[in-house]
């Protein structure tokens, strides 16, 4: 996502620009899937509120992206910023990616132990 921001940054053909997005909007859409079952896998039997967390700072972070891209449209007069901001926080969000290690719980979870007949 990060390389089609990036890229839409620099160029002027409108056609290119839609397919830069295109890329980028689908490489995002392909994370999804990964981060909720990482998420599951982090969260072990807490999977449900470490979701639920997770939901919460998208919901905060897509709060905050609506504002923050109207004042620095507003600030640059173009809207090539908001998408410069964007290619930066993709990759500051891959970085952040490689060091998570979903095989490691957040907290040790008991194992969970069926009652006996």
């Not at 056609?15 to 295109?22: E, M, Q, S």
């Not at 998208?58 to 609506?66: K, V």
């Not at 290619?87 to 006996?116: E, H, N, Q």
Request: a positive charge; aromatic letters at 8%; hydrophobic letters at 55%.
């Amino acid at each position: 996502a990060a390389i089609g921001f990036a890229v839409a940054t620099t160029v002027r053909d409108p056609l290119v620009l839609v397919l830069c997005l295109t890329l980028a909007a689908g490489a995002h859409d392909f994370t999804v899937p990964v981060a909720w079952a990482s998420v599951v896998d982090i969260g072990g039997r807490f999977g449900g509120t470490t979701g639920a967390i997770m939901n919460l700072a998208s919901s905060l972070s897509a709060i905050l992206s609506s504002m923050s891209a109207a004042w620095l449209a507003g600030k640059y007069g173009s809207f090539s910023a908001v998408i410069a901001v964007a290619a930066v926080v993709y990759s500051c969000g891959a970085i952040l990616w490689m060091r998570i290690d979903p095989t490691k719980a957040i907290a040790p979870v008991p194992p969970f132990k069926l009652p006996a007949p």
